[in-house]
């Protein structure tokens, strides 16, 4: 009877194990890919919670932004409604890896394409082109652009973006770069007087500007040139493939023209010209 009761006991405690086992890797849209996901109905897609005019959680829990409207376009044209979206937030420093655990679907969060990032995912698009610009307190007379960034000027940007890779590859001697987690925080730290200036893409920067009037301002012209894509995991050729679908299909039919009018319209950012997809 014992060794019966032990061979029973531990049956269940496998036939347990295997349950939870199948429970957790279940856990998660991202495990299963982007397209078995979607035929679902379901996806999970990483954004930005805090930058306005792009990607921004409201008080209500709602999201608005340029992003998140190129998000949710792309999202219906693999045939998910708005209501089967679960959105995460996708930090800079973070955002590779949400893409390789499987936690999020896609990524759509001014994302720039280069080669770095391109050894750990893929990335479909680009759908913005952007360029690094600066941002000052409006009563800011002596900072007019990334040369003038001298005198041991105190510069801000996120930890983990190009940006602040840009500026310690190249001005690092001028400026001392202090990074932080959020574009948020560079914000708080610049209308404190922590520091002088904060930078990041022109598209961004803007979209602060325009809630900051009377404080805050853009300056000198861009000294790069950005190209956001989307991204996803790097061996999915076939969700890349849709995706870059489904934003030639935005450009195409003037729903990409009104996301940006609509969203960064207000800030007094103008229209640029719709990117060309790459379909390398």
């Known amino acids: 009877m014992k060794i019966k009761s032990l061979i029973t006991i531990s049956a269940a405690a496998l036939l347990l194990a295997g349950t939870a086992t199948g429970c957790s890797s ?19 897609i990483g954004i930005s919670y805090d930058r306005p005019g792009l990607g921004i959680k409201n008080p209500d829990g709602s999201f608005k932004g340029f992003d998140v409207d190129v998000a949710k376009y792309v999202a219906a044209k693999l045939g998910v409604q708005e209501s089967g979206i679960t959105w995460k937030e996708a930090p800079p420093a973070q ?36 360029g690094q610009s600066l941002l000052v307190r409006a009563d800011n007379t002596d900072i007019t652009g990334p040369e003038s960034l001298n005198g041991g000027k105190k510069l801000c940007s996120v930890t983990g973006s190009t940006p602040a890779q840009n500026i310690k590859k190249n001005y690092s001697k001028d400026a ?25 893409d022109d598209s961004q920067l803007a979209g602060y500007a325009s809630v900051n009037q009377g404080k805050l301002k853009l300056v000198g012209k861009t000294f790069s040139k950005e190209s956001y894509g989307i991204g996803l ?28 009018k609509v969203n960064l319209g207000p800030s007094g950012y103008p229209l640029p010209a719709a990117p060309v997809v790459d379909r390398y």
């Open 95 to 130: 955002r590779e890896n949400l893409i390789q655990n499987g936690q999020v679907d896609y990524v759509v969060n001014t994302y720039s394409i280069n080669d770095a990032r391109k050894e750990r995912v893929a990335f479909a698009g680009p759908y913005f082109l952007a």
């Open 26 to 44: 279940a856990a998660g849209s991202g495990n299963k890919g982007l397209e078995e996901n979607a035929k679902a109905g379901k996806l999970t």
């Open 176 to 200: 001392q770069l202090q990074e932080y987690d959020s574009p948020s925080a560079c914000v708080e730290a610049l209308k404190s007087g922590a520091v002088d200036a904060m930078t990041t």
């Open 233 to 260: 995991k790097k061996d999915d050729s076939s969700g890349r493939a849709k995706i870059n679908d489904a934003i030639e299909a935005m450009i195409k039919d003037g729903s990409w023209a009104k996301a940006f």
